[in-house]
T-cell receptor, first 120, second 112 residues
Framework: DTAVSQTPKYLVTQMGNDKSIKCEQN?????MYWYKQDSKKFLKIMFS???????INETVPNRFSPKSPDKAHLNLHINSLELGDSAVYFC???????????????????FGSGTRLTVV | RKEVEQDPGPFNVPEGATVAFNCTYS??????FFWYRQDCRKEPKLLMS???SGNEDGRFTAQLNRASQYISLLIRDSKLSDSATYLC?????????????FGTGTQLKVEL
């Protein structure tokens, strides 16, 4: 079973359209994220949700609206798509873990396989 | 200045070589540090965490210098399958949550 699955894998659409990307995780993690990787391969956080509550919004245009119906799902809706939105969008989930013998907090952070969005 | 900086490479090395990647970060309040690996057109995957005392996982050794805000990754006896982009990643707290900040990655090509 895929731990973090996102659909669609590829999305080609015209400027001005509205589209959604869906993400689901079956790991029981409390926190989910959307990351964007642009043409220069730079991976940057967009949003973070913890138990359906938005906790990080990294100055993303309000054309991007995440929705978390439950802690296993985090969908991303994009209105009025622009050429500059073309990128690979990665969903991820995490759960902080205590690594007792070192007293260090490790974490489980798993990425989905990405959605390649091309706006033409 | 970028929050996490890496030399983009590419590093072209022969099989069996030892290669070292460096990374610097700007947020002194960063809590945790990692190296991720990303293959072409794939998602990033955790390679290893980086501890202050330094840690090793097989052919891979990671070091952290908090005073200099510097992280390194050493790969010994490079294999063809090590060819990928290596991402330096820093975890920090922000606004009640935590986030990973990625470097732009260093590309490694291991050749015959």
């Amino acid at each position: 079973d895929t731990a973090v699955s996102q659909t669609p894998k590829y999305l080609v659409t015209q400027m001005g359209n509205d589209k959604s990307i869906k993400c689901e995780q079956n790991l029981g993690h409390d926190t989910m994220y959307w990351y964007k990787q642009d043409s220069k391969k730079f991976l940057k956080i967009m949003f973070s949700y913890n138990n359906k509550e938005l906790i990080i919004n990294e100055t993303v245009p309000n054309r991007f609206s995440p929705k978390s119906p439950d802690k296993a799902h985090l969908n991303l809706h994009i209105n009025s798509l622009e050429l500059g939105d073309s990128a690979v969008y990665f969903c991820a989930s995490s759960q902080d873990l205590t690594f007792g013998d070192r007293g260090t907090v490790r974490y489980g952070y798993t990425f989905g396989s990405g959605t390649r969005l091309t706006v033409v | 200045r970028k929050e996490v900086e890496q030399d983009p490479g590419p590093f072209n090395v022969p099989e069996g070589a030892t290669v070292a990647f460096n990374c610097t970060y700007s947020n002194s309040a960063s809590q945790s540090f990692f190296w991720y690996r990303q293959d072409c057109r794939k998602e990033p995957k955790l390679l290893m965490s980086v501890y202050s005392s330094g840690n090793e996982d097989g052919r891979f050794t990671a070091q952290l210098n908090r005073a200099s805000q510097y992280i390194s990754l050493l790969i010994r006896d490079s294999k063809l399958s090590d060819s990928a982009t290596y991402l330096c990643v820093v975890k920090s707290e922000t606004g009640g949550g935590n986030k990973l900040t990625f470097g732009t990655g260093t590309q490694l090509k291991v050749e015959l």
